[in-house]
């Protein structure tokens, strides 16, 4: 009996594994949040260099059988410092985890990613896209880009999406793919929502389990903590990302950001001093002849953020969004303003769509010439120059990691 309890004993601890690599989300001068799963244990011990171990604990009833996400937060760290971040099943025998970087304000060129748009093959939901190749993960690896943005459609829920552990699942079994586990950990990640990994098709404020959908989006991407919000910013050198949410305060065409989101964006724009400001939106913002979902249809919201940008001299505002199923570099001139730009870039791994020869949007007069490409991509922007020098290259690169076209804005066009 003794031999039996040692064994099922030493069966139990050998079955605790970490299932997920981990990855590091934000990140400030004094501040790392990293992200990791594990499975079969009852609780998990998380520490930075010799600080003191976090403790995380599994709960029944908010995870999916035995696997255990896992969201720390280490703080009061010293500026740009590289910290080894280790893990421990008993609090005692500690392995590694990951190395991370805290941030600096040091400008220099700076590089990152971006895509939307990611059908992650797993379970039943295989049987939308059999055949599913995700090999552009391991090309968006390989690039020297120091960080990626997650522009929506992240994953598909495409059945059982309405409820917390039908999408807690759906969550789970992304995280297991081991491309895109591996891509995730190979650069810092940060995430916003659009309406498939959401709840579904244009689903919007009215959408059922829109509460639990939130929780389980934040268990999933170590953004800047929020609690009732899933919108933020954050900012890496002289550049500033503000990362809005498409979805859960959406009605209809009329309204996209809702009340308090967008009196969040005008004041936060207002308090910037960046050289670039990428808003970010699942979907497209500049649009006007758009027959999908688009920022521009909220005529009111719209408006009221154009308007404010003009009359506060708000500089450096390049849009970035995803959703469509192909790719395209916009323009529009607003009277007395600068031009803004909206790059889309879409898909990642999901059906990409070609649009009809018969539809009001089939050459665009708003597309830049020789930048719309209806085939699986992700965009690549880098910042380089000095002070009032500096330049935003965007490309657009295919699945095999070659780079389709070129365009770069200068910080001077947008003031």
Not at 39 to 68: G, M, P
Not at 136 to 156: H, V
Not at 392 to 406: F, H
Request: charged content about 25%.
């Amino acid at each position: 009996m003794i031999i039996l309890l040692l064994v099922a004993e030493s069966y139990h601890i050998h079955a605790q594994k970490l299932v997920s690599k981990p990855f590091i989300g934000h990140s400030t001068k004094n501040e790392l949040r990293v992200w990791c799963m594990f499975k079969n244990a009852d609780s998990v011990y998380l520490k930075i260099d010799n600080q003191e171990a976090k403790t995380f604990f599994w709960h029944k009833e908010q995870c999916y059988k035995k696997y255990l996400p896992i969201i720390c937060t280490f703080s009061n760290l010293n500026e740009n410092t590289n910290y080894d971040i280790s893990y421990s099943f008993d609090n005692r025998n500690y392995y590694p985890l990951i190395t991370a970087k805290t941030g600096h304000d040091t400008i220099s060129d700076f590089q990152f990613l971006a895509g939307s748009c990611a059908f992650i093959p797993a379970g039943i939901n295989r049987i939308v896209k059999p055949f599913a190749d995700i090999n552009i993960f391991k090309q968006m690896q390989r690039d020297t880009a120091e960080m990626m943005l997650w522009l929506g459609d992240n994953l598909y829920y495409i059945f059982n999406y309405k409820t917390y552990k039908g999408q807690l699942k759906n969550n789970i079994k992304a995280r297991n793919k081991r491309k895109l586990s591996s891509f995730l950990q190979s650069k810092q990640q940060y995430a916003i929502w659009d309406d498939h990994d959401y709840g579904s098709n244009n689903s919007d404020s009215l959408f059922v389990a829109k509460h639990s959908s939130l929780h389980v989006f934040q268990q999933f991407w170590p953004n800047p903590i929020q609690q009732t919000n899933n919108y933020y910013t954050f900012k890496k050198q002289d550049i500033q990302f503000f990362m809005l949410d498409d979805r859960y305060h959406k009605y209809g065409d009329d309204v996209v950001l809702g009340k308090s989101q967008l009196d969040w964006l005008k004041n936060e724009l207002l308090l910037s001093n960046a050289t670039f400001k990428f808003i970010c939106i699942g979907m497209q913002a500049l649009n006007p002849l758009s027959t999908k979902e688009c920022l521009y249809k909220a005529k009111a919201e719209y408006t009221s953020l154009i308007e404010f940008i003009k009359q506060n001299k708000i500089k450096g505002i390049v849009f970035l969004s995803g959703d469509r199923h192909h790719a395209e570099l916009m323009r529009i001139q607003e009277e007395n303003l600068y031009p803004l730009y909206d790059f889309t870039t879409s898909p990642l791994t999901m059906y990409p769509i070609k649009i009809s020869k018969r539809s009001r949007e089939y050459k665009n007069p708003y597309t830049i010439a020789n930048t719309h490409y209806a085939s699986y991509n992700y965009g690549k922007i880098s910042i380089s120059g000095k002070n009032e020098d500096r330049i935003c290259t965007i490309e657009l690169k295919n699945k095999k990691g070659k780079t389709i076209w070129t365009y770069a804005i200068k910080a001077e066009e947008l003031m």
